[in-house]
C-alpha cells in the first residue's frame, strides 16, 4: 500500500514507500480492493484504490521453511554460522583489520557477511580448526 505510513506521523524519503503484503479480501467495483489488515492498522480504511496497490511477487529463493528455524520463546532466532569462505586483513593508519567471510545458517549464498576474525575465533572456535587442519595437510 502506498503513502500509508504517512498517516502514522512518519515521513521524509526514509519512510517506506511501501507496506505490507496484505491479504485481498474481495474486490469492490472496478478500481477497488478490500485488504486484511492487522490491528495495528485498525484506524486505516480496508478499502483502497488500485493505484495505491502493488502486486507482492515473491522469490521463492528467499523463503525459508519453518521447520529448519528454531524460534525461542521471545520469536527470535540465533543465527549460526556454517562455514567460513574467505579471509581479509584491512590496513588501517596505526593498525591492521582481519575479517572473515561467513554463510551463515538459512542465509543465501548472496547475504554473507564479512565479520571480525578475532570475534568469531572467540564466538565460533570450532569454524578455525578446520582451517588450521587444512593448511597442516
Request: charged share 30%.
Amino acid at each position: 500500500m502506498k503513502r500509508v505510513m504517512r498517516q502514522f506521523g512518519k515521513k521524509g524519503k526514509l519512510s517506506p514507500r511501501y507496506i505490507g503484503p496484505y491479504k485481498v479480501i474481495r474486490r469492490i467495483g472496478q478500481v477497488a480492493y478490500e485488504l486484511e489488515l492487522p490491528q495495528v492498522l485498525s484506524t486505516v480504511h480496508r478499502v483502497f484504490h488500485v493505484s495505491m496497490l502493488r502486486k507482492c511477487v515473491g522469490d521463492p529463493s528467499r523463503i525459508t521453511p519453518t521447520k529448519d528455524v528454531q524460534v525461542t520463546r521471545d520469536l527470535t532466532y540465533e543465527e549460526v554460522p556454517i562455514v567460513i569462505l574467505d579471509r581479509q586483513v584491512r590496513k588501517l593508519r596505526n593498525k591492521e583489520v582481519t575479517s572473515v567471510k561467513v554463510l551463515w545458517r538459512n542465509q543465501q549464498v548472496e547475504e554473507v557477511t564479512w565479520e571480525a576474525e578475532e570475534a568469531m575465533e572467540l564466538k565460533y572456535p570450532h569454524l578455525f580448526q578446520i582451517d588450521e587442519k587444512n593448511e597442516n595437510a
